[in-house]
């Protein structure tokens, strides 16, 4: 996170819980159950004591994962009457791209690995495990093991190879009596406690987000979860013919610790406030690169209309909870009354403060040129404008944290089409474009038709000179150039001999040839029968018997030799 450690640890501090509870599950709501989950006389069962059972149950909604969480739940897991209990359970926090609906493997791969039938596993996810069945060529250690894995954003794995901990308890979980899990996760640390001790039986060192070490001392990576959310629940598997087991969740409490402070969604119940047309997601951060232009809108609470006065401030150092945040009408994350050393206002419709900027009535969007942020920068921004007027309301809107980093210089993987006829577009694709760079074709700006980080599209200049250039400029000086209508050149040729009757295929290679590029052999008209960057396939026209002169052009003109035999 960007914040400084004392600001997180004052949002810690205060932040409040989300929070959910099943004490029972006679209602299922907010559940997505699959495969064979389904409540069962006050119970979620997962699978029923049969063969090749799996079920999987995921809370329905993603929920904050990467600042901490605290869940317990009550289970118990029934051997068969005739055969062997078998394969286990597990309580699994995934940002699958499947969300509520992901699966993995069944039988041994315990519904979030790879398993029997060869699952991907479930990825971004890690799994706490507890296995009663000891696989000896997946390396488990015993047939009651508490063990924890990850594969880090790949789908994960059942293999103890891939577990970042793990432990044997001293009671049997799986005795058909009821247990208790409790799983705590502190940023840099996961504990798992048995039965409500006091003392967890695995305490691990690892971060949902910087990841940590396998049980191995390998790197083991962090999940991957760029938003901080992740899907919860439960799955379980039973094996083939008498390997089965009767595996129930019967209550469940689960507790995270939100990504961001209350403070960051002010109190209309609607983001108002935007920094380069993002509020920066479920964790409010933007992230801009120094010199790019950036915007500041400023729209009017739908409670208000358009009109709207505003004071919009701005923070160097975030502070939830300090004084001066708490203003009656709503909370700011940064002191404004007063304003702290660390405090700007940007700009005032009351008339207040001395402001840097005019503040026009809401919706204003506030147009920062280019370089006006040269250095790395941190800053938070919140305004405080009227809710309604009738009766009159005043309120705080969202805040969003803006991050200034300088960008890596831009690079140009392609160019494409290299030539073409006027006006038709033209993409370069690379990375690292930065909003407010410059195009120039031969050193003279050229306006794009569309721009990304990635891709840039322009239209093809008239009378473009052979030999050309492009080039990307980024606002802080650092660019990147490619070759444009650059003039052909032939490399080699295939069947470079034929009938004089035509109708002969003709292969050359080389190197700037492009959609549209023809050939005359012998002064004829060649048929173009397919064109990439490298290799031009042609069909000879009849010509005279001897070698034939062949000029390739491209369409922007610029021209390429070699010969042709007829015979």
């Given at each position: 996170?960007?914040?400084?450690?004392?600001?997180?640890?004052?949002?810690?501090?205060?932040?409040?819980?989300?929070?959910?509870?099943?004490?029972?599950?006679?209602?299922?709501?907010?559940?997505?159950?699959?495969?064979?989950?389904?409540?069962?006389?006050?119970?979620?069962?997962?699978?029923?004591?049969?063969?090749?059972?799996?079920?999987?149950?995921?809370?329905?909604?993603?929920?904050?994962?990467?600042?901490?969480?605290?869940?317990?739940?009550?289970?118990?897991?029934?051997?068969?009457?005739v055969?062997?209990?078998?394969?286990?359970?597990?309580?699994?926090?995934?940002?699958?791209?499947?969300?509520?609906?992901?699966?993995?493997?069944?039988?041994?791969?315990?519904?979030?690995?790879?398993?029997?039938?060869?699952?991907?596993?479930?990825?971004?996810?890690?799994a706490?495990?507890?296995?009663?069945?000891?696989?000896?060529?997946?390396?488990?250690?015993?047939?009651?093991?508490?063990?924890?894995?990850?594969?880090?954003?790949?789908?994960?794995?059942?293999?103890?190879?891939?577990?970042?901990?793990?432990?044997?308890?001293?009671?049997?979980?799986?005795n058909?009596?009821?247990?208790?899990?409790?799983?705590?996760?502190?940023?840099?640390?996961?504990?798992?406690?048995?039965?409500?001790?006091?003392?967890?039986?695995?305490?691990?060192?690892?971060?949902?987000?910087?990841?940590?070490?396998?049980?191995?001392?390998?790197?083991?990576?962090?999940?991957?979860?760029?938003?901080?959310?992740?899907?919860?629940?439960?799955?379980?598997?039973?094996?083939?013919?008498?390997?089965?087991?009767?595996?129930?969740?019967?209550?469940?409490?689960?507790?995270?610790?939100?990504?961001?402070?209350?403070?960051y969604?002010?109190?209309?119940?609607?983001?108002?406030?935007?920094?380069?047309?993002?509020?920066?997601?479920?964790?409010?951060?933007?992230?801009?690169?120094?010199?790019?232009?950036?915007?500041?809108?400023?729209?009017?609470?739908?409670?208000?209309?358009?009109?709207?006065?505003?004071?919009?401030?701005?923070?160097?150092?975030?502070?939830?909870?300090?004084?001066?945040?708490?203003l009656?009408?709503?909370?700011?994350?940064f002191?404004?009354?007063?304003?702290?050393?660390?405090?700007?206002?940007?700009?005032?419709?009351?008339?207040?403060f001395?402001?840097?900027?005019?503040?026009?009535?809401?919706?204003?969007?506030?147009?920062?040129?280019?370089?006006?942020?040269?250095?790395?920068?941190?800053?938070?921004?919140?305004?405080?404008?009227?809710?309604?007027?009738?009766?009159?309301?005043?309120g705080?809107?969202?805040?969003?944290?803006?991050?200034?980093?300088?960008?890596?210089?831009?690079?140009?993987?392609?160019?494409?089409?290299?030539?073409?006829?006027?006006?038709?577009?033209i993409?370069?694709?690379?990375?690292?474009?930065?909003?407010?760079?410059?195009?120039?074709v031969?050193?003279?700006?050229?306006?794009?038709?569309?721009?990304?980080?990635?891709?840039?599209?322009?239209?093809?200049?008239?009378?473009?000179?052979?030999g050309?250039?492009?080039?990307?400029?980024?606002?802080?000086?650092?660019?990147?150039?490619?070759?444009?209508?650059?003039?052909?050149?032939?490399?080699?040729?295939?069947?470079?001999?034929?009938?004089?009757?035509?109708?002969?295929?003709?292969?050359?290679?080389?190197?700037?040839?492009?959609?549209?590029?023809?050939?005359?052999?012998?002064?004829?008209?060649?048929?173009?029968?397919?064109?990439?960057?490298t290799?031009?396939?042609?069909?000879?026209p009849?010509?005279?018997?001897?070698?034939?002169?062949?000029?390739?052009?491209?369409?922007?003109?610029?021209?390429?030799?070699?010969?042709?035999?007829?015979?």
């Amino acid at each position: 996170m960007m914040r400084n450690p004392l600001a997180a640890l004052a949002l810690a501090a205060t932040a409040a819980a989300q929070s959910f509870s099943y004490p029972d599950f006679s209602s299922t709501a907010q559940l997505s159950l699959l495969g064979n989950a389904a409540p069962s006389g006050g119970a979620l069962r997962l699978t029923a004591s049969s063969s090749n059972q799996t079920g999987w149950a995921w809370r329905q909604a993603a929920v904050p994962v990467m600042h901490g969480f605290d869940t317990t739940f009550t289970f118990r897991i029934t051997p068969p009457t005739v055969g062997t209990k078998a394969e286990g359970m597990a309580f699994v926090v995934h940002g699958d791209p499947n969300g509520a609906a992901a699966t993995g493997g069944t039988v041994w791969g315990m519904g979030y690995g790879n398993g029997a039938n060869g699952a991907v596993g479930l990825r971004n996810s890690l799994a706490v495990e507890l296995d009663t069945y000891q696989d000896g060529f997946l390396g488990d250690t015993s047939a009651n093991e508490l063990t924890i894995h990850t594969r880090g954003a790949q789908g994960n794995h059942e293999n103890e190879q891939w577990s970042i901990a793990r432990n044997t308890p001293a009671t049997v979980l799986s005795n058909g009596l009821v247990h208790t899990l409790r799983v705590r996760y502190v940023p840099g640390t996961i504990e798992v406690f048995v039965d409500g001790a006091a003392t967890p039986a695995i305490s691990r060192a690892y971060d949902l987000t910087a990841g940590g070490l396998y049980a191995s001392g390998g790197a083991a990576p962090g999940l991957g979860l760029a938003s901080g959310l992740a899907w919860v629940g439960f799955c379980a598997t039973t094996g083939a013919g008498t390997l089965t087991e009767l595996v129930e969740i019967l209550s469940w409490d689960f507790t995270s610790t939100p990504l961001t402070h209350p403070c960051y969604a002010g109190s209309f119940g609607e983001d108002v406030l935007r920094v380069e047309g993002s509020t920066g997601g479920p964790l409010r951060e933007v992230h801009l690169s120094t010199w790019q232009p950036f915007s500041i809108d400023v729209a009017s609470p739908s409670g208000f209309g358009p009109g709207a006065p505003y004071v919009l401030f701005l923070s160097l150092l975030p502070q939830p909870g300090a004084l001066g945040t708490q203003l009656g009408f709503g909370e700011t994350c940064f002191p404004v009354l007063p304003t702290g050393a660390t405090e700007l206002v940007l700009a005032d419709g009351f008339g207040l403060f001395p402001a840097l900027l005019p503040a026009p009535p809401a919706p204003y969007s506030f147009a920062l040129p280019a370089g006006l942020v040269t250095f790395p920068l941190q800053m938070t921004l919140q305004a405080v404008t009227i809710a309604s007027l009738s009766p009159l309301l005043i309120g705080v809107s969202n805040a969003v944290d803006v991050d200034f980093q300088p960008a890596p210089a831009p690079s140009i993987l392609s160019v494409s089409p290299l030539s073409a006829a006027a006006g038709q577009p033209i993409t370069v694709h690379g990375s690292s474009f930065v909003p407010g760079h410059v195009l120039l074709v031969n050193g003279a700006p050229v306006t794009a038709t569309s721009a990304s980080a990635t891709d840039i599209v322009f239209a093809y200049p008239a009378g473009l000179a052979c030999g050309s250039t492009v080039a990307v400029v980024n606002p802080d000086g650092l660019g990147a150039s490619s070759a444009l209508n650059p003039t052909p050149t032939v490399t080699g040729t295939l069947l470079g001999s034929g009938s004089a009757a035509g109708n002969q295929i003709f292969l050359v290679q080389g190197t700037g040839f492009a959609a549209g590029t023809t050939a005359t052999i012998g002064g004829a008209a060649a048929t173009t029968l397919s064109v990439s960057a490298t290799v031009l396939s042609l069909r000879t026209p009849p010509g005279t018997p001897g070698q034939q002169p062949v000029v390739i052009t491209t369409p922007g003109g610029c021209q390429a030799t070699t010969t042709y035999t007829y015979l």
